[in-house]
């Protein structure tokens, strides 16, 4: 029952039924993805379904002539999707740009190749440096000097996300951008107050921003509307333990991007080396290969994940052909880290994966790759139904915790939803049903996609 936008009373979601009907749940929550980064690729060439290098040279050249007078941007490219298994050249990307300045972003966001053009006019008419046809890390000085995207396009495509975001029955999300300054921060508080987001916002920051915190509310900095989490660390292993510890001055929790087995060692063992945070959860992003032990030492720290089911789906071919056997065992664990008693939340990682909630509930229970073979990638790995369901609802743990100051970790109280933040589903969510639809969605008890009649 709601009342004044907040629930009064919860009745349990019973048993999974055989019937068809509707039933009102806890909104769905997307604990890492990247507002700015998903929204600008909406303003970009699409090459994340390119499979040639040929094909992606020719989405190139047929999108050209829409960038006039601007940077041609393309995002969602993937060698290790492309016939050729290699990042295009600089002169295969001149070949189809000539003298317009291009950049190309990985799949990944970690990685950009710059045409001719483009490198003449960051580098300068006179560089100590040639072009160079390897990609440049993303986070490279160079890459600072590129001009943005023009603020009103970017509201433009963030207000059609946050919609389509709205229509997958998404109330909540969490901005895992690890070059989030304050002043990003207080732009996302601005576009959630004017409604181009319509969804609560929560935030990690750049670590090396932590020092400018302020607002600070019974432990858990807040920016207007705007959660801040934690700090933000992506790095090099070798550099894993002097952010965390730059961290620690200021008492912060932080959230370590961690997809190989060296990022995930260097990650414990700074966060062991460093101490507990004053306030809040530290959380490790995406836990894409766990070795053994690995699980035991982040249950030990009272740690908690988000991680990525549909990366399994999307990404199974690629990891059957470069992962052992073993590996692959191993990959993007749920149900072992469910048994540790870890907090777990499930995410998309947009624009990385488009996965809906629904679909990324389809991929934790099924772990089935969409290309190839339809065996199941690690199938010791698969949950039920339920526990998928939690991953994608149940978020308290992971996202913003309240502070336990006795154990420096944060509290296991469970997330009671009561802002009324509500999806109404066209049938149960654990039948896995295709056709299962979002009919209206609610953020505090309000609205914010479907049909008028199912707001009153």
């Given amino acids: 029952m709601v009342s004044g936008g907040r629930i009064e009373q919860i009745r349990p979601l019973g048993p999974g039924r055989d019937a068809v009907e509707p039933v009102v749940l806890p909104g769905f929550h997307d604990s890492h993805m990247h507002l700015r980064a998903a929204a600008a690729a909406r303003l970009s060439v699409d090459l994340s379904t390119s499979s040639s290098i040929p094909d992606l040279l020719a989405s190139l050249r047929s999108r050209a002539g829409d960038f006039e007078g601007r940077w041609i941007r393309g995002w969602g490219w993937d060698e290790s999707s492309l016939k050729e298994r290699r990042a295009p050249t600089i002169a295969e990307i001149d070949s189809v740009t000539v003298d317009q300045p291009c950049v190309l972003h990985h799949r990944t966001g970690k990685l950009v190749i710059l045409n001719s053009a483009a490198w003449r006019i960051l580098?300068?008419?006179?560089?100590?440096?040639?072009?160079?046809?390897?990609?440049?890390?993303?986070?490279?000085?160079?890459?600072?000097?590129?001009?943005?995207?023009?603020?009103?396009?970017?509201?433009?495509?963030?207000?059609?996300?946050?919609?389509?975001?709205?229509?997958?029955?998404?109330t909540s999300v969490t901005d895992a951008t690890a070059t989030n300054t304050w002043d990003d921060i207080a732009r996302i508080d601005d576009w959630v107050r004017r409604g181009v987001v319509r969804q609560r916002v929560n935030a990690l920051l750049a670590f090396d921003q932590v020092s400018a915190a302020s607002?600070?509310?019974?432990?858990?900095?807040?920016?207007?509307?705007?959660?801040?989490?934690?700090?933000?660390?992506?790095?090099?292993?070798?550099?894993?333990?002097?952010?965390?510890?730059?961290?620690?001055?200021?008492?912060?929790?932080?959230?370590?991007?961690?997809?190989?087995?060296?990022?995930?060692?260097?990650?414990?063992?700074?966060?062991?080396?460093?101490?507990?945070?004053?306030?809040?959860?530290?959380?490790?992003?995406?836990?894409?290969?766990?070795?053994?032990?690995?699980?035991?030492?982040?249950?030990?720290?009272?740690?908690?994940?988000?991680?990525?089911?549909a990366f399994v789906t999307e990404r199974g071919q690629k990891y059957r052909e470069l992962l052992s056997a073993v590996e692959q065992q191993w990959l993007y664990p749920l149900r072992s880290v469910l048994a540790q008693g870890i907090p777990l939340a499930a995410a998309s990682d947009r624009p990385v994966?488009?996965?809906?909630?629904?679909?990324?509930?389809?991929?934790?229970v099924h772990r089935r790759p969409r290309v190839?073979?339809?065996?199941?990638?690690?199938?010791?790995?698969?949950?039920?139904?339920?526990?998928?369901?939690?991953?994608?609802?149940?978020?308290?743990?992971?996202?913003?915790?309240?502070?336990?100051?006795?154990?420096?970790?944060?509290?296991?109280?469970?997330?009671?939803?009561?802002?009324?933040?509500?999806?109404v589903l066209s049938d149960d969510p654990r039948r896995l049903c295709e056709e299962t639809g979002v009919l209206a969605t609610f953020v505090g008890g309000r609205v914010i996609w479907g049909a008028q009649e199912a707001a009153e």
Avoid: F
Wanted: hydrophobic residues 40%.
């Fill in 353 to 364: 994966t488009a996965a809906t909630p629904l679909v990324t509930m389809a991929a934790a």
């Fill in 123 to 170: 580098a300068g008419p006179v560089s100590e440096r040639d072009p160079i046809s390897e990609p440049l890390r993303a986070d490279e000085a160079l890459l600072q000097k590129m001009p943005r995207q023009p603020e009103e396009a970017l509201e433009s495509a963030l207000a059609d996300l946050s919609g389509e975001l709205a229509a997958a029955g998404v």
């Fill in 215 to 309: 607002g600070i509310e019974d432990g858990m900095p807040t920016h207007g509307t705007v959660r801040v989490l934690g700090a933000k660390v992506a790095a090099p292993a070798d550099s894993i333990t002097d952010r965390v510890r730059h961290v620690r001055e200021y008492g912060w929790p932080v959230a370590i991007h961690a997809t190989e087995p060296d990022e995930l060692e260097a990650a414990l063992e700074a966060i062991s080396e460093c101490g507990p945070p004053a306030w809040g959860r530290d959380r490790i992003e995406h836990l894409g290969l766990p070795l053994p032990g690995h699980l035991e030492r982040i249950r030990a720290e009272g740690i908690a994940v988000t991680t990525n089911p």
């Fill in 372 to 423: 190839g073979d339809a065996e199941p990638l690690g199938p010791e790995e698969r949950v039920t139904p339920d526990e998928a369901l939690s991953l994608v609802t149940d978020r308290a743990e992971v996202d913003g915790p309240a502070p336990d100051r006795r154990r420096g970790r944060g509290s296991s109280a469970s997330d009671v939803h009561l802002n009324a933040d509500l999806v």
